[in-house]
Structure formats: C-alpha cells, structure tokens
DNA sequence: CTTGACCCTGGACCGTGCTCCCGGATATAG
DNA sequence: CTATATCCGGGAGCACGGTCCAGGGTCAAG
C-alpha cells in the first residue's frame, strides 16, 4: 500500500506542512509510521483524519473539542459523540439567532438612513455614537438586562 | 452629571478594568475626561459604546471590525458610512449563510446517529471521518507507538 | 556521486484578546 | 490625617492556531 510523506499528505488535506506538524505536536494526528531516517509516513486512515480534523473545523469546533471528539470515537462511547454533537448544534443555533437580530438591527438602519444630508439625519451615526435618541438597538434582546442604564 | 471611574465602568459593562484600558489602546473606547490625575472619566455614551462592543463581539465580529464599525461614526459622508453599513450588513448575512450550514451539516449528523451501537455506525465518526470502507482508528497520537522496524 | 527536492528538530515569532503584576500616585471615608 | 480602595502606566505572560526560520540529514534521479 502507498503510503504519504508529510508534504504529500498535506497537500492531499490541503493544509501546510506545519500545521500537520502542529496537529502532531498538539495530539491530533500521528504518522503511521517513521522511516529509520525519522521521515513520517501517513496511510489513508491517517489522511482521513487530517480531513475530520478539518471539517470538525468548519462545523465550528475548536482544535481541543476535536481531540475529544477524537478521543471519545477510541472508546467507542458512541452516545457521548452524539450528545458532544449535540451541544455543538446548540451553540450554533444561539449564535445564528443572535446574528439574525443584529442583522435586522443593520437593516433596519440602513432602511432608515437616507444615505445622504446631514450626518444629524443619519441613524446609524446616532446608534452607533451611543449619542442622542436611542434609534434601532443593534443589540440583541438577550445581551439586555433589566438592571440596564 | 454622574461620571463613572473605570472601576464602576467595567463593572456596569461586566469587562476586567484591564480590559477597557485593553480596548482604549486599540483605539475602541477613549474616556470622556481625564481628572487633573490622570483618572479616567466616562459618561454614559462611553457605558453604552462599551456595551456595543461586547454585544458585537458575542456576534463574531472581531475587534478591528468592531473598530471600523464605530469609525463609521466619525466620518461626515453620510453616503460612505450607509455603504459602510450596507456592507456590514452583507457581511452579517454571509455569517448567517455559514453558520446555518454548519447547522444544517451537524444536524444532519445528529440524526442520523442512532446515539448506540458501534463507533461504525455513528455517521458523526464515519461521514466526516472520509471514505475509507472502514473506521479509521481513531487513536490519539500520543497513545500511538510506531514499535516496528 | 552529485544535485535538488524533500524532510528532520527545536525554537522563535505572529495576531488576537485579554489578564496579571508592579511600584507609585490619588481619591475618599472615618 | 490616615487608612485603604482605587487608579496610573508599562510591561510580562497566556492560550490559540498556526507560520517560519536555521542548520542540518535524507531520498531519488541522472
């Protein structure tokens, strides 16, 4: 079986050379084995984890929940992927919810700006100034506190 | 009017002192007066300025955008600081498109993770994990020892 | 055997966003 | 006036996720 140099499996994973070494260092991915020279040699399964490690990524998790992500998949504690899953959707619904009220915030603001005249007659300049009527809040309701002003 | 120390400041903001002093070095949030001591003074448009800071920062967005959000709001062009806004607004919503793919990816793991049986079966591992016809082992690479040759 | 591409380790460095500590000055309550 | 809480500036340190040398060693083709 072909097995990869680091170069080759790093640009197979589309990743630097160093940041396979980073992972390394960091727990995340071993080479399968070394050459007597210490040249690391990756098989499929090892480029295959390159490529978790990377869209773990893009779904929003940080290098250490991917380590434990990784970790539990060696105990084989499926329910526990699931529910680390889980927490991970959660999250990610919060922060779309909170994005959806500050981008409707941002369109309320730009609707309201007549994009021209005096900077007075601006709201997004007053909103973002802190000063004068308080126009469209681009806060989130939840960042709001009854024990506010 | 009552003026707040950076002491009070932060604590109605819920930050570290250090961290508005932080936020006042990169150029974020300049105090009101200064006392003949050197004593920061703010008012509430620098409590609400702070505030703003923090919401957007739960939203993503990084210091520096953060920054150029708030420039917006000392320049005169009406019509650039609308574009500027405008162009936030884009930016927000390409964050939206993202997030819920990550949503709409995690989800899609979730359900179809039966939460028992066989690390195999869990798509969480197995879809992410590539193609490969079986699981990769999953090993930490500090648990991994080379041992041949 | 030589050449050039590749790889090795170890460590420095980067940008971001804080957080802490220091020695000294200042404010404020009793 | 004193005690003590707060504040000052400057600088160090930290965690993250890399990125980039330096000063070698190794591999494969010609």
Chains 1, 2 share one sequence.
Request: hydrophobic share 40%; charged share 30%; glycine share 10%.
């Amino acid at each position: 079986m072909e097995t990869l140099g680091i170069g080759a499996l790093a640009q197979r994973a589309g990743v630097r050379i160093d940041t396979v070494r980073y992972y390394e260092r960091s727990g995340l991915l071993a080479p399968k084995t070394r050459l007597q020279s210490g040249y690391r040699r990756y098989g499929s399964a090892e480029l295959a984890r390159l490529r978790f490690i990377r869209r773990a990524q893009t779904l929003g998790f940080s290098l250490k929940e991917i380590r434990e992500l990784l970790t539990l998949s060696k105990g084989r504690d499926v329910a526990r992927v699931k529910r680390a899953a889980q927490a991970k959707l959660a999250d990610v619904e919060q922060r779309i919810a909170a994005l959806q009220r500050m981008r409707d915030g941002l369109a309320t603001l730009v609707a309201a700006c007549p994009g021209h005249g005096e900077p007075t007659d601006c709201p997004i300049l007053r909103a973002l100034g802190g000063e004068g009527p308080e126009l469209p809040d681009l806060a989130p309701a939840a960042a709001r506190r009854p024990a506010d002003h």
